[in-house]
């Protein structure tokens, strides 16, 4: 039970994060969502057998954390919660492909580093800043407010979810988790009280002159700073695409050792 | 200060199950009063509510803002004018910080941005939070929510200010704060709740509600002290105007 009260607080970490006041939180959104945008093209575009050229982009998201002083285990820990995905869909590939370990290994490491790439982001800009660049992009309006209010109602859906396993927790006390035969009645209990839920809030935010239109802070300037900030990460994430930097490395190791 | 007056004439609703909530209800609030509307459980204070801001729609009848009938054609200018405070604070309070949930308002009319800061600022002043401004809404104690819905709400300055059950859930140093404000605000207030205390020290007129109907609409001192009436639509007189348990005696009020 409390481990349900505990993700309330763990899903608005990010939000947490995102205030924190550091060089990379005060750049632009824009920047930091189009660096990530290249990041993850860059990551993508490597062949399936590729595992060294991958190396070197582990380097983005490090360097990130450490200048945005962000706590690396929690981070760390929403990337495993999306792992067993990422493994449900490479585990057969040792079975039909020769070199299938090297393809699972590749699709771990891609999948791993966009996760982290946009974890990142999101701690750093937090989602309204995120939306408001999408915005900027024009992305159309739909799509982000739809981006928007799932990330919301998460929480409306989990608070609602506590509430009812408290209640039957306290009533059925020798017994571990909700029985099979209630969680029928439970899965369309929370379904409905969710709906009741969001139609208030969605009321109180028509109340308030909501018109499908999300603002959500002012609109600062790019500046120069920004455009350096995704010039310079691009340069570094094509040239480690075009050469593969740890295999240069190790030549040049292994020349001096001549 | 307070310029439109609001006329609920011949109201009347049903919801989709066929429960008749409101059956033919007539009344008008002028500007600058205080009018609580009180009345059991599923008496419709929630409903007329709703109807008068126009989340619901009456089946018959009209409700006038000004000289604005409430029609979804009409919803924003009368959502401008009129300011409503959510029973569970947490419906609306969504965004990530104080400031941006008490600025969603303003920003939605599109105001300049520095207008927006300044009329957060006012607003949590108000209501006493003006250091919250950067915490999490959902880190805050109850009464502190409250305060912050409340300030959600001024910041857009309406001119009539409805509150559903404000005191409900508050500890009663909270409730003396919310009451004290509410005692000082002077444009127009629509208020529904079961503390009928709380009504009689905030409120110059109320409406009782009973079964969809209007049974009471006279001066608030009028309707508290009335025991028969209060009884028959499943209230009481308010514990400040009961006899003393100790010593027998009514507390003298105002």
Sequence with gaps: ?258 | MSYHEIEVRNLHFSYPDGHEAIKDISFTIYPGESVGIVGANGSGKSTLLSLIMGILFPDKGEVRVGDVIVTKKTLATIRKRLGMVFQDSDDQLFMTTVFDDVAFGPRNYNLDENEVKIRVEEALEKVGIPHLIDRAPFKLSGGEKRAAAIASVLSMKPDVLIMDEPTSGLDPKSRRRLINFLKGYNHTKIITSHDLDMVLETCDRVIVLKDGEVAADEATLEVLTNGELLDKCGLEVPLSLQKCPVCGMVKQHR
């Excluded at chain 1, 991958?54 to 962000?70: G, H, K, Q, R, S």
């Excluded at chain 1, 995905?85 to 079975?95: A, E, T």
């Excluded at chain 1, 035969?181 to 929370?190: H, I, T, Y």
């Excluded at chain 1, 480690?240 to 240069?248: G, K, L, M, Q, S």
């Design chain 1, 1 to 258: 039970m409390s481990k349900i009260v505990d993700s309330i607080y763990n899903i608005r970490l990010l939000d947490d994060l995102a205030r924190k006041d550091t060089s990379i939180h005060r750049l632009h959104p824009v920047s930091k969502l189009l660096t990530t945008i290249v990041y993850l093209i860059v990551v993508v575009s490597f062949n399936r057998y590729e595992i060294s050229g991958l190396l070197p982009f582990v380097f983005y998201p490090m360097v990130l954390i450490l200048l945005a002083e962000l706590p690396v285990m929690p981070i760390f820990k929403r990337l495993l919660m999306v792992e067993p995905l990422i493994i449900g869909i490479g585990i057969l590939n040792p079975l039909f492909d020769p070199r299938g370990r090297i393809t699972f290994a590749s699709i771990m490491i891609k999948s791993g580093l966009t996760v982290m790439a946009c974890l990142v982001l999101v701690s750093t800009t937090g989602l309204d800043k995120i939306a408001q660049a999408l915005r900027t992009l024009k992305v159309p309006s739909i799509f982000v407010l739809q981006l928007l209010l799932t990330f919301r109602y998460i929480s409306v859906l989990i608070e609602e979810l506590a509430r009812m396993v408290r209640a039957y927790a306290l009533r059925a006390p020798q017994q571990k988790g909700v029985r099979l035969k209630d969680c029928g009645s439970f899965a369309g209990q929370l379904l409905l009280r969710t709906f009741d839920r969001a139609q208030r809030v969605y009321d109180s935010m028509k109340l308030r002159g909501f018109n499908g239109e999300y603002h959500s802070y002012s609109k600062s300037k790019i500046t120069w700073k920004d455009i350096l900030y995704i010039i310079a990460w691009s340069l570094f994430f094509i040239t480690a695409r075009v050469y593969d930097i740890p295999a240069f490395l190790g030549l040049l190791f292994e020349r001096m050792s001549y």
